[in-house]
């Protein structure tokens, strides 16, 4: 994707969060590097799957005012020993991101990795 869109996506939120998005990104990439990487504008959301079609989402970086949510398209089959999963849809969960720390949390690349092998 190219990487001025995603910059014009993030323009309408503050540095900290586009900081964070980027943050997400970049792990999501290194344990998804053959993803494929889509803004959804009407969501407000970048989705990463192996295909083009909703089912083929794997997990999607949803920016808010003061923190990302990191979304897991089928986060009710995913193990988490860690707990870090949270959310009521029938399938989706997600993981809120505060901080740059909450990032380097390794129950999250467990739970990329798990979204991965799922799919």
């Not at 959301?45 to 079609?53: E, Q, T």
């Not at 993981?95 to 390794?106: C, G, L, R, S």
Request: hydrophobic share 45%.
């Amino acid at each position: 994707m190219n990487l001025s869109t995603i910059d014009e996506f993030l323009s309408q939120y503050t540095p900290e969060v586009r900081d964070l998005v980027w943050k997400t990104r970049a792990l999501v990439l290194a344990v998804i590097p053959q993803a494929i990487e889509q803004i959804d504008l009407p969501s407000k959301i970048i989705a990463y799957g192996l295909g083009l079609k909703y089912a083929d989402l794997i997990c999607a970086i949803a920016p808010y005012k003061s923190y990302v949510n990191l979304i897991f398209s089928q986060g009710v089959n995913l193990p988490d020993p860690k707990g870090m999963l949270t959310g009521t849809g029938k399938r989706a969960r997600h993981v809120k991101i505060m901080t740059a720390t909450d990032i380097e949390k390794p129950g999250l690349r467990a739970l990329l990795e798990a979204a991965l092998n799922t799919n």
